[in-house]
């Protein structure tokens, strides 16, 4: 490694190389040179540098197309790990992810933490100790994503409807200050849609969309492989788009009529709760406890009963109204629905779709896909590990730590006291 710090076009040509060769677009030193211009010997003593380091090995001979063969080139996806971790308003998820993405540990709880951000960061934190121990890895970054709009150039919460108790709350200094490592933080749903871009399935590389359908109502855009923040980071945020004019319907945003306050988990838990006389299921349910939840109404629908199965085919086919124009201004490649709704069964998406192709216009649906997601709710995660990943492997960021010889990061989880 050198010894001296590099200057940033240095820097930045070593994570350009590394970075095609991690992604697949280039996997041999020729094919380096050929994508990037750049000349044999900068190329082989880059690539050298990055194999002294374990990101990359040369593999097998690649097939001839005349002339010497070349070494293949692979990167070690295997060489370290990042943590990854998704906090909604009910529950959390931790886990380690290969440098590909790849999850190879999880953690669950079921978590109220809407009001609580000191008290779930360190349950989170107590969950990333115990992964560490049974993985016995170190992160090089984190990957968070919290359920509520995230200024992403500072990790920072900003007036979060559904996490009320997080306004200000920044996720990235609370981790910085206890691992040295670096920390990115997300918008819950656009980490799902980043997720589902690069692992779910099927594969296309069109532009995605996910909508997420649980106790709220959001969306997330992946273009190329890069989410779509818009310029505060509030894109994407379709449940508080104004449906109805009833001055009854008050969202959690303390605005009137959002597509959240009438079909999201909670508001339909708010409809219906006055009504619960109406459905035997539901009525017992209130009489045992006192109050409805948003799952209570999903498997009263899910099993047929004829008041939460109306309402939430009506919702249904709401968002799927209201997509249809998102669908309409940004002409994506396939549409993905996840989120609890998806617990109800094949009608809720059969739904949605029939809403969405019945109100798009014809070419903007002329290619569409529109799907269920496909990573067993684990699209979030996945997604957070990716952003790490990604932000971990900027040409102008990879390129400065390998040169310098600096570690990138050196927690040391498996020391700590875990809570848990």
């Known amino acids: ?38 000349g044999r010997k900068v190329v082989t003593q880059r690539v050298q540098q990055a194999i002294d380091v374990g990101l990359l090995e040369d593999g097998d001979l690649a097939p001839s197309a005349g002339g010497r063969p070349s070494r293949l080139l692979r990167f070690r996806s295997e060489a370290g790990h990042v943590f990854a ?3 909604g308003a009910t529950e959390m998820t931790a886990a380690v992810a290969t440098l590909d993405g790849t999850l190879i540990a999880s953690l669950h709880e079921d978590w109220n933490a809407a009001e609580r951000p000191e008290e779930t960061l360190e349950l989170l934190d107590a969950l990333f100790v115990r992964l560490a121990r049974r993985t016995r890895t170190e992160p090089w970054a984190f990957g968070i994503g919290v359920a509520g709009p995230v200024d992403f150039a500072t990790g920072r919460l900003v007036d979060p409807p559904i996490m009320p108790g997080w306004d200000g709350c920044s996720v990235r200094a609370w981790l910085r200050d206890r691992y040295d490592a670096p920390v990115w933080v997300d918008n819950d749903v656009n980490l799902m849609a980043l997720g589902e871009w690069h692992k779910g399935t099927p594969q296309d590389g069109r532009d995605l969309l ?33 449906v109805t004019d009833d001055p009854a319907v008050v969202c959690r945003c303390g605005q009137i009529g959002c597509l959240e306050a009438v079909t999201g988990g909670w508001g339909l838990v708010q409809r219906l709760t006055p009504r619960a006389a109406e459905s035997p299921v539901l009525s017992a349910r209130l009489a045992q406890r006192g109050h409805l939840t948003s799952q209570d109404v999903g498997l009263a629908a899910r099993d047929g009963d004829p008041l939460a199965s109306a309402e939430t ?6 968002i799927g109204t209201t997509v249809a124009g998102v669908v309409n201004f940004l002409n994506p490649g396939t549409v993905v629905l996840g989120g609890g ?6 009608s809720v998406v059969r739904a949605f779709e029939e809403t969405v192709r019945g109100r798009a216009t014809k070419l903007a649906q ?29 040409p102008e960021s990879v390129g400065l730590w390998i040169e310098s010889g600096s570690p990138i990061g050196h927690a040391a989880p498996l020391q700590r006291s875990a809570a848990m």
């Open 85 to 87: 971790g998704m906090i």
């Open 210 to 242: 996910y909508v997420f359908v649980d106790e709220g109502v959001g969306a997330g855009l992946v273009s190329k492989g890069t989410v779509f923040r818009g310029d505060t980071g509030a894109a994407g945020d379709i449940g508080h788009i104004q």
């Open 366 to 394: 002329q290619r569409l896909t529109v799907r269920p997601a496909s990573l067993e709710f684990r699209e979030g995660v996945t997604g957070a590990a990716i952003l790490a990943i990604e932000q971990l492997f900027a």
């Open 1 to 38: 490694m050198s010894s001296t710090t590099p200057s940033p076009q240095e820097a930045f040509v070593h994570g350009q190389l590394i970075n095609l060769v991690r992604t697949g677009r280039a996997v041999t030193r020729p094919g380096l040179e050929q994508e990037t211009g750049i």
């Open 313 to 318: 085919l009506r919702g249904t086919r709401l």
């Open 341 to 346: 709704a998806l617990r109800i069964g094949d």
